[in-house]
């Protein structure tokens, strides 16, 4: 770094200036009433430059890379090497409070909790998606101890994820389970989850499909040969209220099926959290599965949310509220049985859940008669209102 000196006047008196050049962005200058205290500053300041330059020429090579390397991540989250000092002392602290037996890799303990879950009876796909989920976070990191996951980290992964608070919170439950299955192990002394912010009780607003949006989306299932792929999973979701989780299981298919006798079974394999039921089939329900098998609809389907988007886009619905075609079939059910118990042997749902998120509702009795009349034939009526199909309408 070179250094200038210069004479200047100030409120009319002559000083001396030092400059320093840039430091930080910045220029830092500092002025003396005598040239003789700027060059005792000056030779000082070359003293301390050449102590540090010397003990930095005494680090070994391998060393000084790595430390610029630091120091360019730090530089670039804003994080000082103050602030790291100190989060590895209350991390110590933490140690030497609750000494941790042996820890083993992210891996390993990602591994391990699967086979817990699994173990005690826990749905597969919420496993595996589960365990997708805390690979994603410690990708990179996989044989790191997982007791060096600090939670400032995992709070700022969190943060940059694009979630709704709904999916944020059921999200740090999979994690707070996961260190949870560590601390029992003695792999780690605290659980992290614990250190971030809670979310609190979310309002939950139950949205549905007015009778227009769900009689132009089963037209735009019929408009083209593109579309009637879909056919099957959509009238599942409208007019049998199954989840879309279970009408994607891989367990779920045809052969559950039974259009003679007008239901499906839903094992607990396939069924949320074990929740086996038989579901009772309205003849509308009937009409579109013998016209999705008769159009070979695959089951579990295949593409379905891009084929369900493109319906969307051309029956012009830019909405989709969450678990919309089980919502809107649960409403209309409760008007055609006129009797709760009915309805949640049909959906699984506990009293309380259905009366929570559907008894506010108040849809009237005609609008529910005109959802169990929106039959293929209807539907057909309504192609010509979307406008032009892109591709040639299959005939059935």
Same mark, same amino acid.
């Given at each position: 770094?070179?250094?200038?000196?210069?004479?200047?006047?100030?409120?009319?008196?002559?000083?001396?200036?030092?400059?320093?050049?840039?430091?930080?962005?910045?220029?830092?200058?500092?002025?003396?009433?005598?040239?003789?205290?700027?060059?005792?500053?000056?030779?000082?300041?070359?003293?301390?430059?050449?102590?540090?330059?010397?003990?930095?020429?005494?680090? !070994?090579?391998?060393?000084?890379?790595?430390?610029?390397?630091?120091?360019?991540?730090?530089?670039?989250?804003?994080?000082?090497?103050?602030?790291?000092?100190?989060?590895?002392?209350?991390?110590?602290?933490?140690?030497?409070?609750? *000494?941790?037996?042996?820890?083993?890799?992210?891996?390993?303990?990602?591994?391990?909790?699967?086979?817990?879950?699994?173990?005690?009876?826990?749905?597969?796909? +919420?496993?595996?998606?589960?365990?997708?989920?805390?690979?994603?976070?410690?990708?990179?990191?996989?044989?790191? !101890?997982?007791?060096?996951?600090?939670?400032?980290?995992?709070?700022?992964?969190?943060?940059?994820?694009?979630?709704? %608070?709904? @999916?944020?919170?059921?999200?740090?439950?999979?994690?707070?389970?996961?260190?949870?299955?560590?601390?029992?192990?003695?792999? $780690?002394?605290?659980?992290? $989850?614990?250190?971030?912010?809670?979310?609190?009780?979310?309002?939950? @607003?139950?949205?549905?499909?007015?009778?227009?949006?769900?009689?132009?989306?089963?037209?735009?299932?019929?408009?083209?040969? $593109?579309?009637?792929?879909?056919?099957?999973?959509? #009238?599942?979701?409208?007019?049998?209220?199954?989840? *879309?989780?279970?009408?994607?299981?891989?367990?779920?298919?045809?052969?559950?099926?039974?259009?003679?006798?007008?239901?499906?079974?839903? !094992?607990?394999?396939?069924?949320?959290?074990?929740?086996?039921?038989?579901?009772? %089939?309205? *003849?509308?329900?009937?009409?579109?599965?013998?016209?999705?098998?008769?159009?070979?609809?695959?089951?579990?389907?295949?593409?379905?949310?891009?084929?369900?988007?493109?319906?969307?886009?051309?029956?012009?619905?830019?909405?989709?509220?969450?678990?919309?075609?089980?919502?809107?079939?649960?409403?209309? %059910?409760?008007? =055609? +049985?006129?009797?709760?118990?009915?309805?949640?042997?049909? %959906?699984?749902?506990?009293?309380?859940?259905?009366?929570? =998120? +559907? #008894?506010?509702?108040?849809? *009237?009795?005609?609008?529910?008669?005109?959802?169990?009349?929106? @039959?293929?034939?209807?539907?057909?009526?309504?192609?010509?209102?979307?406008?032009?199909?892109?591709?040639?309408?299959?005939?059935?």
């Amino acid at each position: 770094m070179k250094i200038k000196k210069r004479q200047i006047t100030v409120h009319g008196r002559l000083k001396w200036q030092i400059d320093f050049g840039v430091v930080d962005g910045k220029r830092p200058r500092k002025v003396f009433d005598t040239e003789k205290e700027a060059d005792n500053e000056i030779a000082e300041f070359e003293k301390k430059q050449k102590k540090i330059g010397d003990a930095w020429l005494r680090v !070994p090579r391998k060393e000084l890379d790595e430390l610029i390397v630091f120091w360019e991540i730090l530089r670039k989250e804003g994080v000082t090497p103050q602030q790291v000092w100190d989060g590895f002392r209350e991390w110590q602290k933490l140690q030497e409070a609750k *000494p941790v037996n042996k820890s083993v890799s992210y891996r390993e303990a990602v591994d391990t909790w699967r086979e817990e879950k699994l173990g005690s009876g826990k749905d597969e796909r +919420y496993v595996e998606d589960s365990v997708a989920l805390l690979q994603r976070f410690g990708e990179g990191r996989e044989e790191q !101890p997982i007791e060096q996951f600090p939670a400032g980290e995992l709070r700022e992964w969190i943060a940059a994820q694009k979630w709704g %608070l709904s @999916t944020k919170k059921s999200n740090m439950g999979r994690f707070a389970s996961l260190w949870t299955v560590a601390v029992r192990h003695g792999w $780690v002394s605290e659980n992290i $989850v614990e250190r971030l912010e809670p979310i609190g009780k979310l309002r939950v @607003t139950v949205e549905i499909f007015n009778h227009q949006s769900c009689r132009k989306l089963m037209a735009a299932s019929l408009a083209n040969t $593109v579309h009637q792929r879909v056919i099957a999973p959509l #009238a599942l979701g409208l007019f049998c209220g199954m989840r *879309p989780e279970e009408i994607d299981h891989p367990r779920f298919g045809w052969h559950l099926i039974d259009l003679e006798h007008a239901h499906i079974e839903i !094992p607990a394999e396939v069924a949320k959290d074990g929740d086996q039921r038989t579901v009772t %089939l309205l *003849p509308v329900a009937v009409a579109w599965l013998k016209l999705a098998l008769k159009l070979k609809n695959p089951l579990p389907p295949v593409n379905e949310r891009k084929l369900i988007d493109s319906c969307c886009e051309l029956a012009r619905i830019t909405h989709w509220p969450h678990d919309v075609l089980r919502k809107t079939c649960a409403t209309h %059910l409760r008007n =055609h +049985y006129e009797n709760d118990w009915h309805v949640i042997k049909d %959906l699984g749902n506990s009293m309380r859940i259905l009366l929570k =998120h +559907y #008894a506010d509702l108040k849809v *009237p009795a005609s609008v529910s008669k005109q959802h169990w009349k929106l @039959t293929p034939d209807v539907a057909k009526e309504a192609v010509k209102e979307l406008g032009r199909p892109e591709t040639q309408s299959a005939q059935f």
